[in-house]
């Protein structure tokens, strides 16, 4: 079994910046990768950035690429989403999700665990 929690959201300014943190526990994630997507009120939930456990390189949403980092600390199995240069439409509920039948995958289809998510919002 997989648990995952996500902490870091909030309210901020446009062009301000968040880390968010997903907290994975449970069983060896060597295999794992672990991905962020949020829901905006009224849309359907959105890839945003995926990091596999193993080191391969991580895959982002075109709109975020150049603002947002994923990245990992294994010692704390904790997987990070630093959002630089934020936007109204990044508001959202953040969610991290892990999945061991892929290497990446964008298909909520895919994910066999997800966290609770948290609240971001960008407003002036």
């Known amino acids: 079994q997989v648990q995952l929690v996500e902490s870091g959201g909030g309210y901020v300014q446009p062009g301000g910046s968040l880390r968010l943190s997903c907290d994975v526990s449970?069983?060896?994630?060597?295999?794992?990768?672990i991905t962020w997507f949020r829901q905006a009120p009224g849309r359907e939930r959105q890839f945003v950035a995926a990091?596999?456990?193993?080191?391969?390189?991580?895959f982002y949403l075109d709109s975020v690429k150049d603002r947002f980092n994923i990245s990992k600390d294994n010692a704390k199995n904790t997987v990070y989403l630093r959002m630089n240069n934020v936007r109204p439409d990044d508001t959202a509920v953040y969610y991290c999700?892990?999945?061991?039948?892929?290497?990446?995958?964008?298909?909520?289809?895919?994910?066999?665990?997800w966290g609770q998510g948290t609240q971001v919002t960008v407003s002036s």
């Open positions: 449970g069983r060896s994630f060597d295999n794992y990768v």
């Open positions: 990091i596999p456990w193993s080191g391969r390189p991580a």
């Open positions: 999700a892990a999945t061991g039948k892929v290497t990446y995958s964008r298909r909520l289809s895919d994910y066999d665990y």
